[in-house]
T-cell receptor
Framework: AQRVTQPEKLLSVFKGAPVELKCNYSYSGSPELFWYVQYSRQRLQLLLRHISRESIKGFTADLNKGETSFHLKKPFAQEEDSAMYYCALSGGYGQNFVFGPGTRLSVLP | ETGVTQSPTHLIKTRGQQVTLRCSSQSGHNTVSWYQQALGQGPQFIFQYYREEENGRGNFPPRFSGLQFPNYSSELNVNALELDDSALYLC??????????????FGPGTRLLVL
């Protein structure tokens, strides 16, 4: 069965500290992995996807197939990073798109 | 370029009733997906439509049905509403250019309350 887990409901860090949002998945095959973000009073939007291998707003995520993880990292957190973060996977176009429960990141001044 | 819009923003229904939610895709997008997001949870995939045909479905009963129109706008219909159907319903549009799951652009959602 396809499943995405995000073990932390809430993660609080101080400004300038490193941040890591954990994401683990179960999928029999080669999934596509994504991170979506929802800032306060805004709609859900794509942050990054593993096939692009991009760094967006200083965030990176590496797909580790051995550990079935796709953790989101940023070396120095900013207050504007405070938001709800969702990890998601897809088996490909038209396939079931599965979201994790989300982690609320709070960056303290 | 216009973004994804949804209507209505809020809706209150009673158990057993039927509801229709609407979504207007982002300009140029021919694929729409619908999600249900219960309070405190991540979005759950309901189904996806591509060029007016259902292209994938999640674990939702048949009383959840959809339509996509030639202009790529879309409807989500839910029959025989249950209390557990109370949730935020999101639609997302995309334009597939390869075999990959393309970036989805989300609407603001419709909040449905079933009493």
């Amino acid at each position: 069965a396809q499943r995405v887990t995000q073990p932390e409901k809430l993660l609080s860090v101080f400004k300038g500290a490193p941040v890591e949002l954990k994401c683990n998945y179960s999928y029999s095959g080669s999934p596509e992995l994504f991170w979506y973000v929802q800032y306060s009073r805004q709609r859900l939007q794509l942050l990054l996807r593993h096939i692009s291998r991009e760094s967006i707003k200083g965030f990176t995520a590496d797909l580790n197939k051995g550990e079935t993880s796709f953790h989101l990292k940023k070396p120095f957190a900013q207050e504007e990073d405070s938001a709800m973060y969702y990890c998601a996977l897809s088996g490909g176009y038209g396939q079931n798109f599965v979201f994790g429960p989300g982690t609320r990141l709070s960056v303290l001044p | 370029e216009t973004g994804v819009t949804q209507s209505p923003t809020h809706l209150i229904k009673t158990r057993g009733q039927q509801v229709t939610l609407r979504c207007s895709s982002q300009s140029g997008h021919n694929t729409v997906s619908w999600y249900q997001q219960a309070l405190g949870q991540g979005p759950q995939f309901i189904f996806q439509y591509y060029r007016e045909e259902e292209n994938g479905r999640g674990n939702f009963p048949p009383r959840f049905s959809g339509l996509q129109f030639p202009n790529y706008s879309s409807e989500l219909n839910v029959n025989a509403l249950e209390l557990d159907d109370s949730a935020l319903y999101l639609c997302a549009s995309s334009f597939p250019t390869s075999g990959y799951q393309e970036t989805q652009y989300f609407g603001p959602g419709t909040r449905l309350l079933v009493l």
